[in-house]
Nanobody, 128 residues
Framework: VQLQASGGGLVQPGGSLRLSCAAS????????MYWVRQAPGKDHEWVST????????NYINSVKGRFTISRDNAKNTLYLQMNTLSSEDSAAYFC??????????????????????WGQGTLVTVSS
């Protein structure tokens, strides 16, 4: 099983990035997918969820209207389109998978043990 996140980088405030997560080794469409981030010195924070079929999505309040999660089950790939980025979005972003549709509440903390599969992170740095 592998979850390979990519697409991170350095971007100016107000800019955009699109993260991708390529999945292999499991039946991608059977799993709900998650984006989780971890800023330096902070706990992991849930960012967004998409159901296996792609019809249901959830977002942490701070990214609503700016981030869009999507998936292409034919390509076994998860995406996160991030617009209007700010320094508060700077973090390592991880993709994760679970057959459970996990819901989150403030303070939005999460951890690897909640998921069946967890990928390596891709670093997003928002700075001028």
């Amino acid at each position: 099983v592998q979850l390979q996140a990519s697409g991170g980088g350095l971007v100016q405030p107000g800019g955009s990035l699109r993260l991708s997560c390529a999945a292999s080794g499991f039946t991608f469409s059977n799993y709900h997918m998650y984006w989780v981030r971890q800023a330096p010195g902070k706990d992991h924070e849930w960012v967004s969820t998409i159901s296996g079929g792609g019809s249901h999505t959830n977002y942490i309040n701070s990214v609503k209207g700016r981030f869009t999660i999507s998936r292409d089950n034919a390509k076994n790939t998860l995406y996160l389109q991030m617009n209007t980025l700010s320094s508060e979005d700077s973090a390592a972003y991880f993709c994760a998978a679970s057959r459970k549709f996990i819901t989150f509440n403030a303070p939005w903390r999460t951890g690897r043990s909640e998921y069946e599969y967890w990928g390596q992170g891709t670093l997003v740095t928002v700075s001028s």
